[in-house]
């Protein structure tokens, strides 16, 4: 059972432009979400993180969305750039559960 | 000091060897964590050692085996895995484990199961 989807495998997407990730959970008990960023032969690294008692998250370049009553979020890139290319993870928990519960991944690559 | 180091970066063994696998940090995280990733597939939590005691075991096999020593090194003792154990393992910490957020992940250490 897959708790935390992403349905999107990968996404490709001009320099300079907008990038939206998307992100879907089931399990309502989740009350924290977080992004992480993974280059190849490199750990994930975390990158955004947004408390269901939010709907937006901002740093910088990201934002996290969450529609908590459609079981939704997605991150946000703008603008994006070539660095950006990498696999981004969506991770969900329970707090004080200790246990991160991940998406699939979807495969980002930015074009110059 | 904001790194998880894993060693090693490599690991080819037989079914019937017995090899460790090493974690260590040194930001003071009090939890830390063993995860197993498939290719094309996210990470999947086998253990959390929070306050180097042993606080959650997702059911894995007893062939894998958690130790803490102190609260900056993790081992993953391995024993008669089986081919489909092949995968790349992931350490993570965090500073207690209790509280939400980010977890810092080491590189890894790619796994095969000959």
């Known amino acids: 059972d897959q708790q935390v989807k992403q349905n999107s495998p990968s996404l490709s997407v001009q320099e300079g432009r907008i990038s939206i990730l998307n992100c879907d959970y089931t399990n309502s008990m989740f009350d924290y979400f977080l992004w992480y960023k993974k280059y190849p032969a490199e750990g994930p690294t975390f990158l955004i993180s947004i408390s269901s008692i939010k709907d937006k998250n901002e740093d910088g370049r990201f934002t996290v969305f969450l529609n908590k009553s459609a079981k939704h979020l997605s991150l946000h890139i703008v603008p994006s750039q070539p660095g950006d290319s990498a696999v981004y993870f969506c991770a969900a928990l329970i707090q004080g559960a200790q246990k991160l519960v991940f998406g699939q991944g979807t495969r980002l690559t930015i074009n110059p | 000091d904001t790194e998880v180091t894993q060693t090693p970066k490599h690991l080819v063994m037989g079914m019937t060897n017995k090899k460790s696998l090493k974690c260590e940090q040194h930001?003071?995280?009090?939890?830390m964590y063993w995860y197993k990733q498939k290719a094309k597939k996210p990470p999947e939590l086998m253990f959390v050692?929070?306050?180097?005691?042993?606080?959650i075991n997702e059911s894995v096999p007893s062939r894998f085996s958690p130790e803490c020593p102190n609260s900056s090194l993790l081992n993953l003792h391995l024993h008669a895995l089986q081919p489909e154990d092949s995968a790349l393992y992931l350490c993570a910490s965090s500073p207690t484990g209790l509280e939400v957020g980010e977890q810092y992940f080491g590189p890894g250490t790619r796994l095969t199961v000959t």
């Open positions: 930001m003071g995280h009090r939890a």
């Open positions: 050692y929070s306050y180097e005691k042993l606080s």
